[in-house]
């Protein structure tokens, strides 16, 4: 997440500023699809904090893991009574 702050002289810093550019208002995703993709990508973001805590580069699993979870949560609060939401890069 602080990939765009920490390496500011580098095209990852111009693919950052273009997400905010290019539909700042989001992408067009139905709630059931969208708690599908977090259902799936959850273990697998249990495992890279696994590995990350066993190499130390990670201080606070629980806030780290918070912030995905933030992020998550913003696009599923953003859905429609008819399930229709925006999801924004995070």
Same mark, same amino acid.
């Given at each position: 997440?602080?990939?765009?702050?920490?390496?500011?002289?580098?095209?990852?810093?111009? $693919?950052?500023?273009?997400?905010?550019?290019?539909? +700042?208002?989001?992408? +067009?995703?139905?709630?059931?699809?969208?708690? =599908?993709?977090?259902?799936?990508?959850?273990? &697998?973001? =249990?495992?890279?904090? &696994? $590995? $990350?805590?066993?190499?130390? $580069?990670?201080? &606070?699993?629980?806030?780290?893991?918070?912030?995905?979870? =933030?992020?998550?949560?913003?696009?599923?609060?953003?859905? &429609?009574?008819?399930?229709?939401?925006?999801?924004?890069?995070?």
């Amino acid at each position: 997440m602080k990939l765009c702050v920490q390496r500011p002289n580098t095209i990852i810093a111009s $693919l950052c500023s273009k997400r905010f550019v290019i539909n +700042p208002e989001g992408y +067009p995703v139905k709630r059931r699809e969208y708690q =599908e993709l977090v259902d799936m990508v959850r273990a &697998d973001t =249990e495992q890279l904090l &696994d $590995l $990350l805590e066993k190499h130390g $580069l990670v201080e &606070d699993r629980k806030a780290w893991l918070g912030r995905w979870e =933030e992020v998550w949560q913003r696009t599923l609060d953003s859905c &429609d009574r008819r399930g229709h939401c925006m999801m924004v890069l995070s």
